[in-house]
């Protein structure tokens, strides 16, 4: 089991930055696919980014490539979202989320943080 706890969170300007991290307890972290997610009010949860044990495969929603950057520190126990060029559509509740497999699918996550807010101001 792994409890997850996120950080990093705020009220920034459009095409501003922020840095999102995660950190995450347990021994077995390293074994653990690590998924970023967001919900706006009134949406559903989105995927928005995936990276694999090693840190090595990664994969992202359309809305944010060239501009967030996922990664992880096994050694730390860590896992970031480093967000640039942030967009009013970028507003949402940020999750990170463990699971065993390969997935964008909030289902197929075992475990949650509680989540942290990015609000992007115009």
Do not use: H
Request: aromatic fraction near 12%; charged fraction near 15%.
């Amino acid at each position: 089991q792994v409890q997850l706890v996120e950080s990093g969170g705020g009220l920034v300007q459009a095409g501003g930055s922020l840095r999102l991290s995660c950190a995450a307890s347990g021994r077995t972290f390293s074994s653990y696919v690590m998924g970023w997610f967001r919900q706006a009010p009134g949406k559903e949860r989105e995927f928005v980014a995936v990276v694999s044990r090693s840190g090595l495969r990664i994969y992202y929603v359309d809305s944010v490539k060239g501009r967030f950057t996922i990664s992880r520190d096994n050694a730390k126990n860590m896992v970031y979202l480093k967000m640039n060029s942030l967009k009013p559509g970028d507003t949402a509740v940020y999750y990170c989320a463990a699971g065993s497999q390969w997935a964008t699918m909030a289902s197929e996550y075992d475990y949650w943080g509680q989540g942290t807010q990015v609000t992007v101001s115009s």
